[in-house]
């Protein structure tokens, strides 16, 4: 709540002090949030960093087995997810990010970019900075930022209802501890293993439309206390008691 006052406020000494805020040819959002702005409309065809940061946010809002890229490139498939962003929220769901657009994905993220109902540490509970996994710390903290706007989705598909992260990121070590697979997914940042409400079986079957290719829950050997989500190459789905 206090962070987004703090935008308004900022917003609002923007345009006291001069500054057009949201206008240009490309018809622009406004440029006053503490994580990323766009200044411009994007849409299919377009390309760039800013498309990029804008399929990190809504590459949860696909169809069933589904991945979007992080290419930078605005294709049919990141128009079809940013549809289905605007439809869950109910903007305008003409596929094409405008101001409207942005200014709910403002509204959805933290100053450091983390969606507002997650955040860095739920995604680790290892170590302070990300280091003794399968990657660079960088590339884990990214994956996690990444895992975290998918569940974000996943929240709001489910009635925006709270989802308890039990174990994110783990290094080679904190995996061990824990009894983890020599190739899990936690090394990498990547995965998420969620318990309480909804049921594990709700959990995994919500999961399959919202980017997760790797869904291992209830009937599964040792996941029958957690569901498990997270992006794998190799797609795999397994919870034989959930009916995956």
Not at 31 to 36: G, L, T, V, W
Not at 117 to 142: I, M, P, Q
Not at 155 to 177: E, I, M, Q
Not at 218 to 240: E, I, K, R, T
């Amino acid at each position: 709540m206090f962070r987004r006052i703090a935008r308004l406020l900022a917003a609002f000494v923007m345009i006291a002090s001069g500054v057009v805020v949201g206008v240009g040819a490309t018809a622009g959002a406004a440029h006053a949030d503490e994580c990323y702005s766009w200044s411009r409309t994007l849409s299919q065809g377009a390309s760039g960093n800013d498309v990029t940061q804008l399929q990190i946010r809504v590459a949860g809002w696909v169809t069933s087995g589904e991945r979007l890229s992080y290419d930078g490139q605005y294709g049919a498939r990141t128009t079809a997810a940013v549809r289905k962003f605007q439809s869950a929220y109910g903007l305008t769901a003409d596929g094409i990010a405008g101001p409207a657009t942005f200014s709910k994905l403002y509204a959805l993220q933290d100053a450091d970019c983390t969606p507002v109902h997650f955040s860095y540490a739920e995604l680790n509970r290892c170590n302070s900075d990300w280091s003794g996994g399968a990657v660079s710390a960088a590339t884990a903290k990214a994956n996690a930022l990444k895992t975290m706007w998918k569940l974000e989705a996943m929240r709001h598909a489910l009635g925006d209802v709270p989802l308890t992260v039990s174990s994110g990121f783990r290094s080679y070590a904190c995996n061990s501890a824990v009894g983890g697979a020599a190739g899990s997914r936690h090394l990498y940042g990547d995965a998420a293993d969620l318990t309480g409400s909804p049921s594990l079986c709700r959990l995994a079957q919500e999961a399959r439309t919202h980017g997760f290719s790797e869904i291992l829950g209830p009937g599964y050997p040792d996941h029958n206390d957690h569901a498990h989500v997270a992006l794998d190459p190799s797609p795999y789905w397994s919870a034989p008691n959930c009916g995956i």
